[in-house]
């Protein structure tokens, strides 16, 4: 086993079990701060595949943003953590059948001799002035170029679902109107007052 395949199995470890913590921690800051480590592990799983671009851009875009996003709908809106977990036991069956198909899917992959499938072949090496960004660009506004606008889309319909989800009237807040701010006139909020001067004696 070379030292590449070390690293391999071991942030598939950390990613594997980042990703249990997700599903089972009790407090929703701590599922999200184990996302941001599957991310972090994913992001170097894609360095292994000398994907450096998806590398970064992950770390970037769903460290940066996504889980930011994550945070902020999880800390604005009142979660009531308890009657989430009442279907528990009643989606347990069909959670635990689907763990053992992707288990099975992985056992696949990973021991695909002793199933009789053909090894994969390794990914051809890339010289110098290989530009995997380059490369990915191409697929994107080629081949998947209406994935990639749906995606778009898909995206767009979250954010202004997290908007209004988080945008509500509350008790014992202070906010502006901003129609009344632009139709108010100066008659109404200055009086000018006339007072003689006074004269020292």
Not at 45 to 56: N, Q, R, T, V
Not at 66 to 87: A, P, Q, S, T
Request: no cysteine; net charge neutral; glycine share 4%.
């Amino acid at each position: 086993m070379s030292f590449q395949d070390i690293i391999f199995y071991f942030f598939s470890t950390v990613l594997v079990l980042a990703a249990l913590g997700v599903i089972t921690a009790r407090n929703p800051v701590h599922a999200a701060l184990l996302l941001v480590l599957a991310f972090f592990t994913s992001s170097g799983l894609w360095l292994l595949l000398e994907a450096e671009f998806l590398a970064i851009t992950l770390v970037l875009v769903y460290v940066g943003a996504v889980m930011v996003l994550f945070l902020f709908v999880v800390m604005m809106l009142d979660i009531n953590i308890d009657r989430l977990r009442e279907g528990f036991l009643k989606w347990f069956p069909f959670g635990a059948l689907l763990a053992l198909v992707m288990a099975a899917e992985m056992a696949m992959v990973l021991m695909g001799k002793q199933f009789g499938l053909e090894e994969m072949p390794a990914p051809p090496s890339r010289g110098a002035d290989y530009s995997n960004t380059k490369e990915l660009g191409r697929l994107i506004y080629t081949e998947y170029v209406y994935a990639f606008e749906l995606a778009a889309v898909i995206l767009l319909v979250a954010i202004v679902a997290a908007i209004a989800l988080t945008l509500r009237q509350r008790t014992g807040t202070k906010s502006v109107d901003a129609s009344k701010q632009v139709a108010v006139k100066r008659a109404d909020r200055i009086r000018m007052v006339s007072m003689p001067s006074e004269k020292k004696e």
